[in-house]
């Protein structure tokens, strides 16, 4: 059995202004990487006798560093549109299996809201992201 835990925050800030009928925000997020805390259960049972395997080979369990931007606009209750881009640096990261290579991840999301008066259209966007694993030598 293998347990992790630790402490983690991510760090953002954002500013607005408004113009006219229009606010303007950006914003920007930061979460540095972090190596978990990890206790690990390893036993190998036999006739009832209980040996406890080494545990020494086992990587750290780890949160990769990201980074992160937005904008977001809108024009009081009917209208608004916001695009975020998030870097992941998973190249750095660690995994069990010595033969799964990884690279940074971005991914890059959009939405648009429009809504007269009380009616509402349903929020419309979309998300784009592409693969971490790269690599899976066998």
């Known amino acids: 059995t293998r347990t992790a835990n630790g402490f983690y925050l991510d760090y953002g800030a954002q500013y607005s202004i408004v113009h006219k009928n229009w606010e303007y925000t950006v914003g920007a997020i930061y979460g540095a990487g972090k190596k978990l805390n990890t206790k690990d259960d390893l036993e190998f049972i036999s006739e009832d006798e209980t040996t406890a395997l080494d545990q020494s080979e086992l990587p750290d369990i780890e949160i990769p560093q990201k980074a992160g931007f937005g904008f977001a606009a809108k024009n009081g209750n009917i209208f608004r549109v916001g695009i975020d881009?998030?870097?992941?640096?998973?190249?750095?990261?660690?995994?069990?299996?010595?033969?799964?290579?990884?690279?940074?991840?971005?991914?890059?999301?959009?939405?648009?809201?429009?809504?007269?008066?009380?009616?509402?259209?349903?929020?419309?966007?979309?998300?784009?992201?592409w693969a971490v694993i790269t690599k899976v030598h066998i």
């Open 85 to 129: 881009y998030e870097w992941k640096n998973w190249a750095t990261v660690s995994f069990l299996n010595s033969n799964v290579e990884t690279q940074n991840s971005n991914r890059v999301s959009a939405g648009l809201e429009y809504a007269p008066g009380q009616a509402r259209i349903v929020p419309k966007g979309f998300y784009i992201a």
